[in-house]
């Protein structure tokens, strides 16, 4: 088949208020490497209704989905794998034989990341942020690792709030994990509101934000030593495994 727009596939990601996303020219560039003929776009959109029309957009083959839709995006699907079910988000949808299949990649891609630098001392983890649909994931990977995880949020159902959150818990917790969107460009100056003088060089901090590329939160770590990492090596597995979905049979 010539390769022209018109029979090119169509990818992209679902989320709202998304410009500062890396996924496009990630995606763009795999395909000029590899020579495909395909092209991957934002869309931006700002209720989950809207995501009717997306699914409407003439050789889409496949979507990934992030902040705030990734549990939103549910009911408008037609099935879900079965540890997209377990986790409770999905943040991959696939197009095949005219049905809408939910997965999550967030799960694989934050574990390969993570184990890059883990260490046995990192036994606990807060994860900030608790309740959205990235950290839906994020807990299911702590868990599958036999990390013992301890939640922070501003909501119920919660070990901590953020007005809760103790000194002493922090200097014991080597590993925090921001999965909120504070600190995402252009608001880079925002980060979780967290007792950050309890740090110290045993911690571990990850930034599910990976623009900038240090954080006010990892540069909160970075000043006392800890380690850090931010979110993009998580982005690229994760994005490797949509890939994968996409194209398998």
Same mark, same amino acid.
């Not at 999905?90 to 034989?97: A, G, H, W």
């Not at 990341?113 to 260490?119: F, G, P, T, V, Y």
């Not at 994005?239 to 949509?242: E, P, Y």
């Given at each position: 088949?010539?390769?022209?727009?018109?029979? &090119?596939a169509?990818?992209g990601l679902?989320?709202?208020g998304i410009s500062?996303? /890396?996924s496009?020219?990630y /995606?763009?560039?795999?395909f000029e490497r590899? +020579?495909?003929n395909?092209?991957?776009?934002?869309?931006?959109i700002?209720? @989950?209704?809207?995501v009717k029309k997306?699914f409407d957009?003439?050789?889409?083959?496949?979507c990934?989905?992030t902040i705030?839709y990734?549990?939103?995006?549910i009911p408008?699907?037609?099935q879900?794998?079965?540890?997209?079910?377990a986790?409770g988000? !999905? *943040?991959?949808?696939? /197009?095949?034989?005219g049905?809408l299949?939910? $997965?999550?990649t967030?799960a694989? %891609?934050?574990?390969k990341?993570?184990?890059?630098?883990?260490?046995k001392?990192? $036994?606990?983890?807060l994860v900030?942020?608790a #309740?959205?649909g990235?950290?839906k994931a994020? @807990?299911?990977?702590?868990?599958?690792?036999?990390?013992?995880v301890i939640?922070?949020?501003? %909501?119920e159902?919660?070990?901590? #709030?953020?007005e809760?959150?103790?000194h002493a818990? !922090?200097? $014991?917790?080597p590993l925090?994990?921001?999965?909120?969107?504070?600190?995402?460009?252009?608001?880079?100056?925002?980060?979780?509101? @967290?007792p950050?003088?309890a740090l110290?060089a045993? $911690?571990f901090?990850?930034?599910?934000v990976y623009n900038?590329?240090v954080?006010t /939160?990892l540069?909160?770590?970075? *000043?006392? %030593?800890a &380690?850090?990492? *931010? +979110?993009y090596?998580?982005?690229v597995?994760q994005?490797?495994?949509?890939w994968e979905i996409?194209?398998?049979l």
């Open positions: 088949m010539e390769d022209t727009a018109e029979n &090119r169509i990818y679902i989320g709202r500062y996303s /890396f496009a020219s /995606f763009n560039n795999f590899k +020579g495909l395909g092209h991957y776009q934002n869309f931006d700002t209720t @989950i209704e809207e997306v957009t003439p050789q889409l083959k496949g990934n989905v705030p990734k549990t939103e995006v408008y699907l037609d879900q794998d079965e540890e997209s079910k986790i988000a !999905v *943040n991959c949808i696939s /197009f095949k034989q049905r299949t939910g $997965h999550n967030d694989y %891609g934050f574990t990341s993570l184990k890059d630098q883990l260490k001392e990192d $036994h606990a983890a900030l942020g #309740t959205g990235a950290a994020i @807990i299911y990977a702590l868990n599958a690792l036999d990390i013992k939640t922070v949020s501003r %909501g159902n919660t070990d901590f #709030t953020y809760s959150l103790d818990t !922090v200097r $014991h917790t925090i994990i921001n999965c909120t969107p504070l600190g995402t460009y252009p608001k880079i100056e925002q980060a979780p509101p @967290i950050y003088e110290n045993s $911690h901090l990850f930034d599910l900038p590329e954080s /939160f540069r909160h770590g970075k *000043n006392t %030593g &380690r850090i990492e *931010n +979110g090596n998580m982005l597995y994005a490797q495994r949509s996409w194209n398998s």
